[in-house]
């Protein structure tokens, strides 16, 4: 089975071009424009990754992260968490929690495909 990646990023500007390159790569991308949103959305649909911006609108994407990986039922779900302001040193605390990585805005779309096969089983594909 191919992977369902949540992407949370209150930037249409951001949040189009990495679902783009992520449906190019036959992932099955869903999307919030923010933490609770995202939070809400990984609660019920269970996605195999989530893909976070940490200064959103309303929740911010550290906190959702925070409290998805104290709920029981997506506390397994990989994160990958991204901002161009916050740095790893602000993350220190979320960081040390099990398959979560920070990735610094701008980045490659070839480092987050590489973080993406590394948190998933099989490169992506889920059994």
Known sequence: MIAEILLADDEEGIRGPVRDFLRSRHFIVREASDGAQAFAMAAEDKPHLIIMDIVMSGVYGSSAAARLKDYEGTKDIPIILVSGSAGEAALRD???????????????????????HELLPEGGYTR
Request: aromatic content about 8%.
């Open 94 to 116: 979320i960081l040390k929690r099990p398959n979560v990585r920070f990735l610094k805005k701008p980045f490659e779309l070839k480092v987050l495909e590489a973080l993406i």
